[in-house]
């Protein structure tokens, strides 16, 4: 018997969630009635639709073997590949990596990456593990995918997340290109990976980046700017921000230093620190791979519970680290203007509701972050064109350049500054595309949001990025004429 969804009769009973994979939920079934979609196509749409479960042995540095758990969930294959990062963390749970790969669908169709998402987990501690470790790791783990049709250029595409990096993605395509020698793509198995091995120059910049170019765009938004209280622009903001990692650093480092915006706070695992006249970020970088803290810094003092830091007073707060760091218990003490989630699921629900309610804007995640994604599809694009972007365009720029300069030069009668020249004349580079198309992304990313957010008069901008992505990826089953 069908109930009123069509839904199938439950054969077993529901197994319990956890409140991050439930937190997600909620914010798919916040949005869910504002798209006039069926009820059936809206859960085929906010379920998993696969997740491989494995534990494998490997051995430890002292020659004992160990069961690692590890987990690869894809979420949506309304598009393929499916995409999303790989996560090494004690903490890494099934119901984690799936609340973490429904977040990539929509990231995926909010910066227009045609993907469906998917998101991967190994259980170990990233940071008591010795590179052997790690390194068998990875390469077991991904022997395991390939067995199961769990990753492949056109299957499903890992990449870096939290605990794993350049490095990691080496190892994950060198062993598919081992065990899948004749493949034609190998490279495009996994992006992120280091530049010899087929990377891009600017993935590693390009979450941080993608955050710093998506608060640049909605502090551009006069309505909301003036809403909060604020000037428009990243210029003179006081910023927080929690987490020193990848996204972290170069977010924070980036509005420092392309929007001249004051970096007053910096939380890590270890602590905090605190200058209301502004952290140099590069310099507290450099402090932590010194002296391995951040406390300490010249200049600053000392927050030794970091979470404090997060309750200080700013513009805006960057959580950067993981998920459910502002929840029910500190959100009515957060005194930023407004939080701009860089990491995943960093605000929970029943938070989100209490930041809604106290007038402060969160720009969400699903949209925030989406910048390392974005480069990943052009990395992924150039590993399965065999050619990089620069390679077909820069010389034909730099030789139409030079005839612009010499035709100025003999209607003027004066040669051009030969600083002036190269400026002119220098083709760009992959970075330069790379960062173009980045911007360009996310500010048309932040345009699909904010006019949903306008035109559905939602009550916040995560409700209008769930909305436009749920839409855009009913489109592909209605177009096939499923669920009429
Ligand atoms: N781990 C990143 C994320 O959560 C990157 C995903 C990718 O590049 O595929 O968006």
Redesign the pocket.
């Known amino acids: 018997m069908s109930t009123p969804g069509n839904e199938e009769p439950r054969l077993s009973p529901r197994r319990k969630r956890t409140p991050f994979l439930k937190s997600v939920h909620r914010y798919f079934d916040e949005a869910a009635p504002h798209t006039g979609l069926a009820p059936g196509l809206l859960r085929q749409i906010k379920h998993c639709n696969s997740v491989y479960r494995v534990r494998f042995p490997v051995e430890d540095d002292e020659g004992n073997i160990r069961v690692v758990r590890g987990y690869r969930a894809e979420h949506s294959h309304h598009r393929l590949p499916t ?3 790989l ?1 090494f963390s004690p903490e890494v749970n099934q119901d984690e990596v799936i609340a ?1 790969a429904s ?2 669908t929509y ?1 995926c169709v909010l910066v227009s990456a045609p ?1 469906g998402g998917a ?1 991967g987990g190994v259980c170990i501690d990233p940071h008591q593990s010795s590179d052997g470790f790690k390194e068998r790791t990875t390469r077991r783990y991904t022997a395991e995918l390939l067995k199961k049709n769990f990753i492949g250029p056109s299957i499903d ?5 939290y605990g794993t990096g350049e490095r990691e993605m080496g190892w994950i395509a060198d062993t598919f290109k081992a065990l899948k020698p004749d493949h034609m793509h190998t490279y495009a198995c996994v ?2 990976k280091p530049l010899a091995l087929h990377g891009i120059e600017g993935r590693r910049e390009a ?1 941080g980046l993608g955050v710093y170019y998506g608060i640049k765009e909605c502090l551009e938004c006069t309505d909301i700017v003036k809403a909060l209280g604020l000037t428009p622009g990243v210029a003179g903001k006081r910023v927080i921000v929690q987490g020193l990692g990848n996204v972290g650093f170069h977010a924070a480092d980036s509005i420092q230093r392309h929007g001249d915006g004051i970096i007053t706070g910096i939380a890590e695992r270890e602590g905090g620190i605190f200058n209301p006249d502004g952290l140099d970020v590069d310099a507290v970088f450099q402090h932590r791979t010194g002296t391995g803290s951040i406390l300490d810094f010249p200049g600053a003092t000392n927050v030794v519970n970091s979470a404090e830091l997060l309750e200080r007073e700013c513009d805006i707060l960057i959580p950067a680290a993981l998920e459910e760091q502002i929840t029910a218990e500190n959100a009515p003490r957060i005194q930023a203007k407004m939080i701009a989630e860089a990491a ?1 699921g960093p605000v929970d629900a029943a938070a989100a509701q209490i930041l809604r309610e106290r007038g402060i804007r969160v720009l969400p995640d699903l949209y925030l ?2 910048g ?2 974005t ?2 599809y052009f990395e992924w694009l150039k590993n399965i064109s065999h050619v990089g972007f620069e390679r077909m365009v820069t010389g034909y720029e730099s030789q139409a350049n030079s005839r612009i300069v010499e035709a100025l030069e003999q209607l003027t009668g004066k040669p051009v500054d030969p600083a002036q020249r190269k400026a002119i004349t220098d083709g760009p580079s992959e970075r330069d595309f790379v960062h173009a198309a980045l911007r360009a992304s996310m500010q048309e990313g932040f345009h699909r949001v904010y006019r949903t957010w306008h035109e559905k008069k939602l009550p916040d901008l995560r409700t209008a990025a769930f909305c436009y992505a749920i839409d855009r990826v009913s489109r592909t089953y209605l177009d096939l004429g499923i669920f009429p």
């Open positions: 995409k999303g990062g996560r973490l977040l990539m990231k993907f998101k595409v890992p990449a870096p997340d992006t992120g979450t995943n972050n989406a390392g994604v480069v990943s």
